[in-house]
């Protein structure tokens, strides 16, 4: 299984957002850079895949309010695609941590252990 870890603390806006998504996901050169390309992206993943989604928790900013809109797409793209699983967790800690540990998880489906 694949894992992919976000951690968007930082960001300040939806580009530096897309092109950190392009990077992570290894999306390639054609890749549109908005939400409806990741979604499209995300659909068409093939390999059981977990998505940790951190450092999410301001909103008042245009990065916050991207990641909101991001975060809908996230859960859209899980509902269509039975090989990705998506973990939302603030960083609202002082030290960044969020208390959660995403190594045992497993998507449901044919190949995952019970």
Do not use: H
């Not at 976000?6 to 990077?23: C, H, P, T, V």
């Not at 990741?38 to 093939?46: S, V, W």
């Not at 450092?55 to 990705?84: C, F, H, W």
């Amino acid at each position: 299984m694949k894992k992919i870890v976000l951690d968007f603390k930082g960001m300040e806006n939806s580009e530096d957002i897309q092109e950190y998504l392009a990077f992570k996901f290894d999306f390639p050169d054609y890749y549109g850079m908005n939400l409806d390309a990741l979604y499209d992206c995300l659909t068409d993943i093939d390999e059981y895949t977990c998505i940790g989604f951190f450092g999410t928790g301001e909103t008042d900013s245009e990065a916050g309010r991207y990641l909101q809109r991001l975060k809908r797409v996230m859960l859209d793209a899980e509902s269509e695609n039975p090989r990705i699983g998506v973990i939302f967790a603030n960083t609202d800690s002082e030290d960044g941590s969020t208390g959660i540990d995403a190594d045992g998880w497993m998507p449901e489906g044919p190949d995952s252990a019970v």
